[in-house]
């Protein structure tokens, strides 16, 4: 706490006529870990484009370590002293995870003429460090989501930088790889590194941060520490869209003692949801699978409609399902993965009514097991059967048509097409216009935010934003089987909750979901069915029933046996 | 010589048909354009036999009057038009499967000689022989694709590159084998109108006609259609397509095959206005390529936008700068707007 490190001072941002940073002043403490918090499209990802020289300030200053460094370039910052990391990683593909840490240009231009022995032991002593060392020879392409984000901070610690700036290190990261990487993040603070962390995970703001700045619309909301912050009543405002509608104080989201009673009293008010339409304001309006058929039925109809939604056709699953206590997609003896690298190792796994959750570790193959379900990536032994019917060399495209949809962790939304249009091709498969403009409807009464934005392109949404266009887009298709990615990675506490809201309104309106979720705790209040992975292979299968004691859980989620 | 073949051809015949049809030109002047223009390129004789005139009228001042004015304007216009149309189909290939083709030329010159053929065999109209052309030419893209694109379209770009290149190769070598490399021609005699002194020669009047059409349809079709959308979808993220159940391969082929439907066009309407040979096609091409950059890859509008520019560089630099310096400009202005503008004039998406 001896004196600032970074300092911004009326820091502004615009895009065309949206203020995205708005005379932004924030202070960070030399030796401190500075978590940045806010709602999606609240000005956090802008706020570090615009202090490390990726965006040029429209006004306002930014003084690193004494030193005004306004308007200099990305790579002048950086080596001054202050990295950071992107919220999607981006390696250089076609290099390996060595040479990637190595291709930083540790000093200036003649550091890339020869490689230094010391720059090459403190790239392996990095690469040990974050446990990357196995993958040290594979193509940084091929590697998996999580050993990318442990690669991204990698390389950016061969800079030795004074101050790092993270968006987002734990975003789609499992708990025990989260808890390691906080360790290092600790360690290394230790040492004298300064950490900015824009962070939507609680138990990591609490854990780590010494200071907590919430940003929101462009703005510094609060600054103090965790509990003053979390305790204010603006910033429940800020991220529960007012605390009247939801139960759950950001207290009991970060659940840090969080056993099983905890977690049944954040379910018991969403479980009340369910069969409560009309109460329940914030989802009043969003019910697609009530809707159904018969157009928009005003809220009053909402629960009777909603009774009726597990038998009844709604216009989101159009293939006419009916839940008949079959699996209806069922892989058998899966084996895939990409080049020579085996990822998915003779795994048999099926999706049944309701929510068929896949947890494990990063890299343990959950999205490859994913996409070999949806015929993105060619299973190379083993068989793929939708309702009996052999689609393993099928296409995704073809998938769709059956009524199997993906939903990929980025998203997959169409950056350069309107939101409008973005939707619309999500009924691409479906014929039938009226049918499509029913479902653009209930997609927009699903998610209200979209509804003033569906002009703009799909690039200028934040990312929540883009993640409620692909899941809107996703239930367009009107699909019996979803293979949901991750959906809520990156997402705002609250937004968490109205995507598992969705998830389940997808199994009331007939339609089975396979989830991948990273937050174990969190899917298993809506989970009917658990697969784990590891390693490629096979834990454990059975019901959430099965899985009370969380040691066990631990054990089977990290393949100890 | 090969850089100033092209306007000189068009140009050339432009002007003979205009100064033909003029029933006020001097009994001196038809010879001309007729002897001066093999030496001196076609649009410099045609400036020079308006200069003439202009001078003659105006009784010794060497500026150009509004008429010759006006004319330089119109040929600029109709040859921008041109160049518009050849760079459209260029362009949405590029955009949306970012393929350079290559062949884009010769599948040009595949559909001049079959509205040769359609004509000299059925005698009708070469105005039915172009959607003849335009349907072959699809089906000659898509198998195009198929047999070609379709396996390498994982492949760096380079190989897409160079794969094109072999169909330029082959479509050429294909089409001299059977037609030679003489220059054909329809033996169309369209004339020109005449608007207060300025001639519009009717060839390539119809040709603008149809090239903005031909814009004004593929715009529609890729904005307004559910097909439309999947193309542009697939240009903007190709993986993100998959999972709304679009295939992919196939909205490749359909592009590919609109792209050389679009060269079809724009071969089609060639011969109305001038003599072809095998070679034309790669001498449209060049330019073509300047056109789509400068007008930004990938779009629609910038396409006609960069072709008037060309155009009016060529009308009007072969006139006051004299010789092929216009070629120089027109590089000039290509290398300006890199420098200024990188992404194009218009540059962004396949849907601008």
Redesign the interface.
Known sequence: MTRPILETEELTKRFGSLVANDKLSVTVEEDTIHGIMGPNGSGKSTFFNTVTGFYRPDGGTVRFDGEDVTGWKPDEIARRGLARTFQIPSPFEDLTVRENMLAVFTGGIRSGMRISEEKRARADELLELLEIDHVADQEAGGISGGQEKLLELGRILMLEPACVMLDEPTAGVNPSLRNRLLDHLETLNDRGTTFVIIEHDMRVIADVCDRVTVFNQGQVLVEGDFESVTTDERVRDAYLGGAAEHDASLETLIGEGSNASASEEVEAPDAGAATDAGATAANAGADPASTGGAGVVPAGGASEAASAAASSTSALSGIGAESDGEPWLVGEDLVSGYGNHRVVDGVSMESRDGVTCVFGPNGSGKSTLLKTLAGVVPAWEGRVTHRGVDVTDNGPAENVHRGVTMLPQDGGIFGDLTVRENLLLGGYTVSDGAVREERFDEVLSSFPELEGKLDERGRSLSGGQQMMLSYGRAMMTGAEVYLLDEPSSGLAPSLIDQVFEMTRRLVESGAQVVLIEQNVREALRIADYVYILAQGQLQFEGTPGDLTDEDDLVELYLGLD | MLSSFLPDACCREAAAVALASAPDVPASAPDVPASAADALGGLAALAGAFDALGTQAVLGVSLPSPTIFAQYFVFAVLLGGIYGLVALGLTMIFGVMDVINFAHGALMVVAMYAVLVFSDATGLSPFFAIPFAVLLLFVVGVLIYRSTIAPIIDAPQENQLIVTFGVLLILISAVEMVFGSDPQQLGLDLGSLEISGVFVPQGQLYALVIALVALAGTWLFLQRT?LG??I??T???R??????????PRIDALTFGIGAALAGLAGGVIPLFQSFTPALGDQYLINAFVVVVLGGLGSFPGAFVGGLIIGFIQVFGSAYLGGSTYQIVIFLAFILVLLVKPEGLLG????E
């Open positions: 559910m959308r999947a542009r979808g240009a903007d993220n993986d993100g397509a998959q999972y709304v159940g679009i295939d992919v962004g998406s396949a849907d």
